[in-house]
């Protein structure tokens, strides 16, 4: 036997509020290693992943459980809402402690959404999240699995070349570009000889935004006085208008934003984290009306394309890094018991780059 610990769902939060660790409480569970099912493998989780999208499993207060009504290729659902006492969470990365299955041995390296635990025992030929990873790319820097080489990077990827076709000598403007995704969009724009122009919130976000290279330019949404103030930024950056915009935020900046579209001018919708918390807000993936030739892609018509191929986006983001044209940002917390805290603290903003849990 062996001593695991888990995360939990044990209450709702309230409408226009994001969860915090109140509504979570930490369990432990004995795990039989010897009783594993053919088939079978238990995992001991190295990094949990924390991502936007986990604000939906956990409703709002006076909310009932319900099953997805939307699946990202079979991927995973992505508006389930989970039964209070549900083990929470989403991906994690982690080696094989034991096995009972043919392809997978002890000391694999391996990722799937097994949840916020620390040892994690499912069967992975049933898991359609499950990734077997080459040791080899990843190095001492697994977490990155979760990250810039895991699904994040292959979204980043794939909403740059493929929704957006950024070209050299585009403006591409891209909000949250602190965040899990932003980061990675900044340095795959530059790659392809393109402007980016990151929104993010506060003054050492903007600093390090330009510091790290991340972005040829940071706008400061905070110090706005209102959102409309952002045009002005915007036309001093680009005078003509703007070629792409990346939105992970949604809301009034987003709408302005938009407003200095090119006409051809080509917005995908990766998410809209400033709507999360709002329950009277229309449906994150709703397209706006666009103008002449503006086309508009969401993450959800781009999911059939960047999840299943995640390994060609991870080895061409591997070939970025190896150039120095990419770098790895990640905001670190330590111990599973902490991870509703930093849960809560990455809707704070408080991480810059892809917020993790060192188990």
Request: proline content about 6%.
């Amino acid at each position: 036997m062996v001593l695991s610990k888990e995360i939990q769902i044990i209450s709702r939060p309230k409408p226009n509020t994001n969860p915090q660790p109140h509504n979570f409480r930490v369990v432990e569970r004995d795990i039989d290693l010897d009783a594993l099912s053919e088939g079978e493998i238990a995992v001991k989780t190295e990094y949990l992943s924390l991502d936007p999208w986990l604000r939906f499993p956990a409703g709002f207060e006076g909310d009932q459980p319900r099953a997805s009504t939307r699946f990202a290729n079979n991927f995973k659902n992505s508006d389930a809402i989970l039964e209070l006492g549900s083990t929470y969470g989403g991906r994690g990365v982690g080696y094989v402690i034991k096995s009972k299955n043919l392809n997978i041995k002890q000391g694999d390296l391996v990722a799937a959404d097994w949840e916020w635990r620390e040892i994690a025992v499912f069967n992975p030929d049933k898991e359609v999240t499950f990734e077997k990873l080459d040791k080899a790319i990843f190095g001492d820097k697994i977490s990155s699995a979760l990250g810039v080489l895991g699904v994040s990077g292959s979204h980043a990827y794939y909403g740059v070349t493929e929704a957006l076709k950024v070209k050299p000598g585009d403006v591409v403007v891209i909000s949250s570009a602190a965040g899990s995704i932003g980061v990675i969009v900044g340095y795959l724009v530059q790659a392809l000889g393109a402007t980016a122009v990151g929104i993010a919130g506060g003054p050492e976000k903007c600093a390090q935004l330009i510091k790290s290279k991340t972005t040829n330019y940071a706008i400061d949404y905070k110090a706005l006085k209102n959102p409309a103030d952002i045009l002005e930024k915007l036309k001093e950056i680009a005078p003509h208008g703007v070629d792409k915009y990346f939105d992970n935020v949604g809301g009034p900046i987003s709408d302005h934003v938009l407003s200095v579209l090119k006409p051809n001018g080509k917005y995908y919708i990766c998410g809209r984290i400033s709507q999360y918390i709002d329950p009277s807000k229309p449906d994150i993936y709703w397209k706006p009306e666009m103008k002449g030739d503006q086309t508009v892609v969401t993450g959800m018509d781009l999911a059939p394309i960047y999840l299943p191929n995640i390994p060609t986006a991870r080895d061409e983001l591997h070939k970025l890094i190896l150039a120095n044209k990419l770098s790895i940002h990640e905001y670190v917390a330590q111990g599973i018991e902490n991870t509703p805290q930093a849960f809560a603290d990455m809707f704070a903003g408080k991480n810059f780059g892809k917020a993790i849990v060192r188990v």
